[in-house]
């Protein structure tokens, strides 16, 4: 299977503190990026999404950013809470090909 | 409005016997997507289907099959079972394929 990354990379912030959580894709030509939050014990939860049209998107305490010419792209948390402490997926996709692939993950541990 | 079903939650499977996993996307959703999640390899794609019709698949061996009925409802396959099969499989459910897609908790197979 394709293998986007075997390190879980961890990032371990305090509550009330704001979380950056980035993330680098492989495919210059995907066009539609997710992030994920995956809870132990369940399936990964939709969290936003942005297209490549647009470089910023805001929703409830989160922010994406996507930086297409260094293919990144970056979650942020504001005021971040104990129930942000899940693993973080970017996802990358190209409208058309029904095809989404995921990154590694990042660990998010919120100390109270 | 019922959530992403998938079942059975757990499995236990000798080598060399197959498996079938089921999944019920959310109603109105005609797309389903099959994840493999692994500690190493991270949540790899496996295939799509959209009114019962595959549209893209991952690179997985051809052991690996799905299939999507009329009511939206769909199966994976996985034959000869080997070792390195064991992982939680997940499916997710949307409303066209490049839309927000919902997860179910995963079926969890262990091949011993």
């Known amino acids: 299977g394709e293998n986007v990354g075997l390190h879980l990379p961890t990032l371990s912030v305090q509550e009330g503190d704001n979380s950056i959580i980035n993330c680098a894709y492989s495919n210059s030509a995907s066009d539609y990026f997710i992030w994920y939050k995956q809870e132990s014990g369940k399936g990964p939860q939709f969290i936003i999404d942005?297209?490549?049209?647009?470089d910023k998107r805001q929703g409830q305490r989160v922010t994406v950013l996507l930086n297409k010419t260094v293919k990144h792209l970056s979650l942020q948390i504001a005021a971040t809470q104990p129930g942000d402490s899940a693993v973080y997926f970017c996802?990358?996709?190209?409208?058309?090909?029904?095809?989404?692939?995921f990154g590694a993950g990042t660990r998010l541990f919120v100390k109270a | 409005k019922a959530g992403v079903t998938q079942t059975p939650r757990y499995l236990i499977k000798t080598r060399g016997q197959q498996v079938t996993l089921s999944c019920s996307p959310i109603?109105?959703?005609?797309?389903v997507s099959w994840y493999q999640q692994t500690p190493g390899q991270g949540l790899q794609f496996l295939f799509e289907?959209?009114?019962?019709?595959?549209?893209n698949k991952g690179n997985f061996p051809g052991r690996f099959s799905g299939r999507q009925f009329s009511n939206s409802r769909s199966e994976m396959n996985v034959s000869t079972l080997e070792l390195g099969d064991s992982a939680l499989y997940l499916c997710?459910?949307?409303?066209?394929?490049?839309?927000?897609?919902?997860f179910g908790q995963g079926t969890r197979l262990t091949v011993v």
């Open positions: 109603s109105g959703h005609r797309s």
């Open positions: 942005i297209r490549s049209n647009m």
């Open positions: 289907y959209f009114s019962e019709t595959q549209r």
């Open positions: 996802a990358e996709s190209r409208i058309g090909s029904f095809k989404t692939i």
């Open positions: 997710a459910s949307s409303f066209e394929g490049f839309t927000e897609a919902f």
